[in-house]
């Protein structure tokens, strides 16, 4: 692993992914905003989707890259999975605001992220590594697909999001399993 080198392509990567979310986020939000007046909402939907879809690219070649050419920092450790979170959650956020996405499944997505980071927090101060997980991993492509089908109106995007809020969990809990393997009570 890389320690002192901080810049470079998967950590520029999930820096843009940090960029896009927020731009994402106001699409959907401010809708109704007058720098908008005139374009019609679904346009700023698609703009918002299209945002999206970029910034979930990404996800997978910041990894891919990273892996392939021996690039894992540090930085990358903390920027990647703050970059996965800050897209979800302008996802999820904008689309509950909307009226789009259930602000139950949303409350359970938040609610376990949040539970998790602070477990993850937890660990390092005890040493103990809990590394993304495969589950975790597919989670946030479940999540990701979800946001996409309802930021696009697809049919199924209701069911995809509780699909996510499933793997979500599941995967939350095989975090907790996994501290409480190795943490010395």
Known sequence: MQKNKIINIPNILASIRLLLAPIMFMLLVNQDSPIFQGIHPSWLNYAAAFIFVVASATDFFDGYIARTFNQITTMGKILDPLADKMLT????????MLGSASP????????RELFITGLRVSAVAEGIDISASWMGKVKTVAQMIAIGFLLMHWYGGELLLWIAVA????SGYEYVRDFFKQVKM
């Open 167 to 170: 793997l979500t969990l599941y």
């Open 104 to 111: 139950w499944a949303i409350y359970l997505i938040i609610t």
């Open 89 to 96: 959650l302008a996802g999820f956020l904008g689309l509950m």
